[in-house]
């Protein structure tokens, strides 16, 4: 039996993210819930360990492509799926230099789709 990945969600739409998680945790994964990008950075620096980080893009305090740029500083091969209803111009270039795997999906998403998406980015795919 494969370890479950943890992913690192930031999702600030409570109902959504209290479903996604229902949905993840249903498949398999552990799932580290955060209401937005700052609310990430605490769990990280607390110490919390996770494999992928699951994001989106417009949050209050801290927003998503800034989330990703500082977990990068630290981990730059973190793997990333970027769950947005307003993808960016230019899609993932965008968000990231590109160095390590990132999947852009556009709401609404097919749970089914989210987790390829996160196995897929995190290698088990």
């Excluded at 039996?1 to 993840?24: F, H, K, N, Q, S």
């Amino acid at each position: 039996m494969m370890t479950p990945l943890r992913v690192l969600m930031a999702e600030d739409e409570w109902l959504a993210a209290e479903v996604i998680e229902e949905g993840l945790v249903d498949a398999g994964f552990e799932v580290l819930p955060a209401q937005d990008g700052e609310a990430a950075m605490e769990l990280v620096s607390a110490g919390a360990g996770f494999d992928v980080l699951l994001t989106d893009l417009r949050m209050p305090r801290l927003d998503g492509r800034e989330l990703i740029a500082r977990l990068r500083a630290s981990r730059p091969d973190l793997p990333v799926v970027v769950m947005t209803g307003y993808p960016p111009v230019g899609g993932t270039a965008g968000l990231h230099d590109g160095s390590a795997p990132l999947t852009l999906l556009t709401k609404p998403i097919e749970l089914g789709t989210l987790i390829d998406a996160l196995r897929s980015v995190a290698g088990q795919g």
